[in-house]
Nanobody
Framework: QVELVESGGGLVQAGGSLRLSCAAS????????MGWYRQAPGKQRELVAT???????NYASSVKGRFTISRDNDKNTVYLQMNSLQPEDTATYYC???????????????WGQGTQVTVSS
């Protein structure tokens, strides 16, 4: 079982910045891709950014150039630095990790509980 705990959400004015963190814990053999998704009220959950264990990042076009995803493999933690935030970035942000679980190495998707980001105009 893998637990993901997110932190760093909050209220910020347009143009401001926030940094989200997500730490993975539990019994697992390895963590593969990690990423951030978001869901605004009345909308479907959408990908924000992902990063492989080797550090290759992928971004949604709406956040490219403003958000930066990174990870610390020693700490099993993924970060999302969000700059130039806009009201349309308001959503609940969820962390996701793909992990090979102990002891057989089966891969599963795990999700955090979500952290609220609100950007005021």
């Amino acid at each position: 079982q893998v637990e993901l705990v997110e932190s760093g959400g909050g209220l910020v004015q347009a143009g401001g910045s926030l940094r989200l963190s997500c730490a993975a814990s539990g019994r697992f053999l390895s963590i593969h891709d990690m990423g951030w998704y978001r869901q605004a009220p009345g909308k479907q959950r959408e990908l924000v950014a992902t990063v492989t264990s080797a550090g290759t990042a992928n971004y949604a076009s709406s956040v490219k150039g403003r958000f930066t995803i990174s990870r610390d493999n020693d700490k099993n933690t993924v970060y999302l630095q969000m700059n130039s935030l806009q009201p349309e970035d308001t959503a609940t942000y969820y962390c996701k990790a793909i992990a090979s679980t102990w002891p057989w190495g089966r891969e599963y998707d795990y999700w955090g509980q979500g952290t609220q980001v609100t950007v005021s105009s």
